[in-house]
């Protein structure tokens, strides 16, 4: 790299958007920190970041399929109330199937443990995990996701000037990072590639059967 006059990208200080909620009943930690999956569907981890705007902070929501890392739900708005985190849910029910049995990790944000949240989780079938430790490793696969996101994106790219912005560029980041980024831990392919080589493979076993 330093031959080539390449330097590497230097992340930044984080901002924080968790406020634990210590009154609200807390899911057991059905991950602790074990962040692996066999199959799409099985384990989605969710979280929220901050982001600067000459309007006032946006929020960032993601939720995430920790088989292939890819985003399948994501919401940016000005508010840390629980319709952030629930629109993003919303996307990621509606772009996938089969949920029953499925596990949702997040940290103790008071979003994630809101009566609104916890209700359409069971309603879709999805068995609810909150970190039990309380810092960042409790999240680790989210946490490391959102800062390739602030590092790729919204640190290079900013000043923003507003929400609309941010939504906008967000739009393009997740479609690239879902569908071209190449990422080291599933082979340096994309997400997208890794999921169909999966559900290739679960086709070729169905027809040799």
């Known amino acids: 790299m330093r031959k080539l006059g390449i330097r590497g990208v230097v992340r930044g200080k984080g901002y924080k958007t968790t406020v634990p909620d210590f009154a609200a009943e807390r899911p057991a930690d059905l991950v602790e920190r074990a962040f692996t999956a066999s199959a799409p569907n099985q384990l989605w981890v969710a979280d929220i970041t901050f982001v600067s705007t000459w309007r006032g902070p946006v929020y960032t929501a993601f939720v995430i399929d920790v088989y292939s890392r890819m985003i399948v739900g994501w919401r940016v708005w000005n508010s840390l109330k629980t319709d ?29 443990l809101s009566i609104r949240y916890t209700e359409r989780l069971a309603e879709a079938g999805i ?19 959102i800062g390739l996101y602030k590092t790729e994106m919204i640190w290079p790219r900013g000043p923003w000037k507003n929400l609309d912005e941010v939504e906008y560029a967000t739009l393009e980041w997740v479609n690239w990072y879902n569908n071209q980024r190449l990422l080291e831990p599933i082979g340096n392919i994309p997400p997208v590639e890794f999921e169909a080589a999966y559900y290739e493979r679960e086709n070729g076993q169905a027809m040799a059967a």
Do not use: F, K, P, W
């Open 84 to 112: 952030l985190v629930l629109d993003a849910l919303e996307q990621a029910l509606y772009a996938r199937t089969g949920t029953d049995g499925l596990v949702h990790h997040s940290d103790r944000g008071s979003q994630y």
């Open 127 to 145: 068995e609810s995990s909150v970190g039990s430790v309380g810092d960042s490793y409790d999240n680790a696969m989210a946490e490391s996701i």
